[in-house]
């Protein structure tokens, strides 16, 4: 499968550490977090994606406020200065360790935070930043890597 993810929600996903609009929300965000932590494809789209999903629900959900559309306009074109390519609707991303760790490190330094101003969870996301990203739920996927024969794995 693949998930959706408008443009900011590229930025959301570095520093989300299971905090959100509602219980709803962050069981569908923490799903959503394990599946690309898995390596999972991302498909980017114009609009609602998978993480508002249980916004959508509500009375006069933000996800399609002017401020959220051009909150998604800052973040392609931070993003795909840093990552060398397109980021815009239909464009399918398979990020790995080495990507995740460039947009975490970029988006500590504050180079791809265009998109943040205004933000209600900006000052969250800076102090999660600040912090390493400790206790963020999109890990970064590592490469699996074979025992040598002969040597047990570790704690054993």
């Keep these: ?3 959706r993810l408008r443009p900011h929600h590229l930025l959301c996903m570095l520093t989300y ?3 959100g609009y509602s219980p ?3 069981r569908n965000y923490d799903a959503i977090a394990a599946r690309i932590g898995a390596g999972e494809a991302l498909e980017v789209v ?3 994606d998978d993480i508002c999903q ?3 629900a509500t009375p006069n ?3 399609y406020n002017d401020s959220v559309v051009e909150r998604d306009r800052q973040a392609a074109a931070d993003v795909a200065t840093l990552l060398g390519r397109t ?3 239909g464009v399918t991303l398979l990020l790995d360790t080495t990507e995740i760790t460039r947009l975490r490190t970029q988006f500590a330094t504050g180079s791809i935070r265009t998109a943040c101003a205004g933000c209600e969870w ?3 996301c800076d102090g999660i930043a600040a912090g390493g990203f400790r206790d963020v739920r999109v890990a970064s996927r590592e490469p699996h890597r074979e025992q040598p024969l002969g040597n047990p794995p570790p704690g054993l």
Aim: aromatic letters at 4%; proline letters at 12%; glycine letters at 12%.
């Design 122 to 124: 900006k000052s969250l």
């Design 17 to 19: 550490i299971g905090k």
């Design 54 to 56: 249980p916004l959508l």
């Design 61 to 63: 959900p933000h996800c």
């Design 24 to 26: 709803d929300f962050t």
């Design 1 to 3: 499968m693949t998930i």
């Design 87 to 89: 980021i815009g609707a």
């Design 46 to 48: 114009d609009g609602p």
